[in-house]
């Protein structure tokens, strides 16, 4: 199954990851950065297994993160 | 009635530590910079987070400048809660001001008894504007697109109708005399939005402009000639040739742009603009000694110049060329490693390149800002010697304590 892996200390707190799939993604109203729900934190990095048949939707979030910080594999 | 004659202020940029040493030490009146990412220089700027205020504000108010944080980008309901911590924080260590284009920042602000600065974001172009806007604030920033006698219009009438901000002190002005221009009014771009969700106006612009163009016939995609392939690349804006005639519009502060830029770029335009102010007041503006700050100014980071549009220019001046024309280039040679206090020697790593006896040198850290410098003389692994190369440890004369972690480059011509 794909990996979506977000590092999150990057984010700009735009939003459009949220806008994209509101289900794998929450905006923190702690710090205004996109959480990835139910994602496995390491460090900074959060980790969330995506069922491959999301894929266009992964890829779209992948390409539309403004600061690149949204990456699967 | 009328405003008592102040000297006019100049405030500097400052995206990183070692600008606002850089910024004192050239002798700003002011610095901005902007922490997280709630302004305009997210992408572009190293950034500072919400614990460098406190050291920022510092060293700062231990010269006697003032710190302004920029916090105008757009803000989304999700942001208001950083966006409090941050304005907190803020107060807690003394901040002179917040430059801020949206209401919810000016409500905080009020809240907390924050003076409030209205960015250029906010695209201030007639004194309507500003009465409305004085309701909020002290200052405004004015659109950068307005002439010189639009501007004088504006302070005249603040002066004339005696319009005062919210702390009861009449209102000023600011306007920028130096940086980047924007293709868009006054940085309300949607082009990288448009192009690649980037939004500008939350700081992520990815500088569509700044590339060259070419224009198709959609029907027969024959393209079209034009004389300048980057189209939509603006001119830096350079007013030192002018800066009597901006000074004259009676504005209070003169901005240079310039978060995302080196120290050397924030050291030599706020020295050369620091200046100029001084000349103009003395009296001693003259033709030769603006030739020499032109020459400095070429030096550093640019696009080429021009006097923006305060001179009543219907249309912008285009670049012709990717990046910057700055005359110097800096190549960056090696890491600082201690500092001999007692006969004032620094000691260095070369991580790359090469250094020879006589080279100029800068050196850039948070403690001194940049300096610049002859290596002479030069010793090379505790050895007079000519060069020095990758590997070798350094040891030369610094007027300034060298910190681990500072970073040397060697000057050289751009186009060497």
């Known amino acids: 199954m794909p990996k979506l892996i977000q590092y999150r200390d990057k984010c700009i707190g735009c939003g459009i990851c949220h806008q994209l799939q509101p289900a794998w993604w929450r905006m923190s109203k702690r710090d205004g950065k996109a959480t990835l729900v139910k994602g496995e934190k390491k460090n900074q990095t959060y980790v969330r297994e995506i069922p491959l048949i999301e894929e266009e939707l992964i890829r779209r979030v992948v390409r539309d993160c403004p600061v690149h910080i949204i990456k699967w594999v | ?416």
């Open chain 2, 1 to 416: 009635m009328t405003k008592s004659k102040t000297k006019v202020k100049l405030l500097a940029p400052a995206g990183s530590m070692d600008c606002v040493t850089a910024a004192i030490n050239a002798g700003a009146d002011a610095i901005y910079f902007g922490v997280e990412q709630l302004n305009m220089r997210t992408r572009s700027s190293g950034g500072f987070s919400i614990g460098d205020i406190k050291e920022v504000v510092r060293i700062c108010h231990a010269s006697g400048v003032k710190a302004y944080l920029t916090l105008n980008t757009i803000m989304y309901d999700h942001d208001l809660r950083l966006l409090q911590l941050i304005l907190k924080e803020a107060r807690e260590q003394g901040i002179d001001a917040v430059i801020a284009a949206d209401v919810s920042v000016f409500q905080q602000c009020m809240a907390l008894g924050i003076p409030v600065h209205v960015s250029t974001q906010a695209n201030i172009s007639n004194l309507a504007a500003v009465e409305f806007y004085a309701r909020f604030s002290d200052l405004v920033v004015l659109a950068r697109e307005l002439t010189f006698q639009q501007i004088a219009h504006i302070t005249s009438e603040i002066k004339r109708k005696d319009i005062r901000g919210v702390s009861g002190e009449p209102m000023q002005v600011e306007i920028f005399v130096h940086g980047a221009l924007c293709m868009a009014v006054s940085g309300k771009c949607y082009l990288s939005l448009h192009s690649q969700w980037a939004s500008a106006n939350r700081g992520a612009c990815v500088q569509n402009c700044r590339r060259p163009y070419k224009v198709a016939d959609a029907e027969t995609g024959e393209e079209l000639l034009i004389d300048n392939e980057y189209i939509m690349s603006p001119k830096d804006l350079c007013t030192i040739g002018i800066l009597d005639q901006v000074i004259e519009t009676g504005v209070d502060v003169l901005k240079i742009e310039g978060r995302s830029k080196g120290a050397d770029y924030v050291f030599e335009t706020t020295s050369c603009y620091k200046e100029a102010i001084a000349s103009i007041e003395a009296g001693t503006y003259t033709p030769d000694k603006k030739t020499v700050w032109l020459n400095r100014l070429n030096a550093v980071y640019n696009r080429g110049f021009w006097e923006g549009y305060y001179a009543g220019h219907s249309t912008g001046e285009w670049t012709s060329t990717p990046g910057s024309s700055a005359t110097e280039k800096k190549i960056y040679v090696a890491k600082g490693v201690k500092y001999y206090g007692k006969i004032g020697v620094g000691e260095f790593d070369i991580e790359t390149g090469s250094l020879e006896q006589g080279d100029i040198v800068m050196l850039i850290g948070n403690a001194h800002g940049m300096v610049k410098m002859k290596l002479e003389p030069l010793m090379v692994n505790g050895q007079p010697s000519e060069k020095a190369k990758k590997g070798d440890k350094i040891t030369i004369p610094v007027a300034t304590k060298v910190a681990p972690g500072d970073k040397l480059y060697k000057i050289t011509e751009a186009n060497a």
